[in-house]
């Protein structure tokens, strides 16, 4: 059974740069992809990146586009967020989540299997 695990959170500074760890155990092997979405207080689940296991499909929530890279170790099985010019409104719980699919889903719905999450909080 696959299980996820994110890693990496913590306090930033408006401009920082912070990079999230997903590790994934059970060997999903193929037509898997893996996703991150974020929750701040008070707010719905939002998503934010997702990636399918064989590397050839990513994508973005708009508001983030640009600024976090979402990528795959493959000797680790790991999936990152490499998170660039950081900003307040980008405070929120981060969770990983995956899924047994072909291609990549942007719904939390679609996602069967998440991890505790990860607190990431951009302040002065």
């Known amino acids: 059974q696959v299980q996820v695990a994110e890693s990496g959170g913590g306090l930033v500074q408006p401009g920082g740069s912070l990079r999230l760890s997903c590790a994934v155990s059970g060997h999903p092997r193929y037509n898997y992809a893996v996703a991150w979405f974020r929750q701040g207080p008070g707010n719905e689940r939002l998503f934010v990146a997702a990636i399918s296991w064989d590397e050839t499909t990513t994508y973005y929530a708009e508001s983030v586009r640009g600024r976090f890279s979402i990528s795959r170790a493959a000797a680790e099985d790991t999936v990152y967020l490499q998170m660039r010019r950081l900003k307040t409104e980008d405070t929120a719980v981060y969770y990983c989540?995956?899924?047994?699919?072909?291609?990549?889903?942007?719904?939390?719905?679609?996602?069967?299997?998440w991890g505790q999450g990860t607190q990431v909080t951009v302040s002065a």
């Open positions: 989540a995956g899924t047994r699919t072909i291609g990549v889903r942007r719904n939390a719905q679609s996602y069967d299997t």
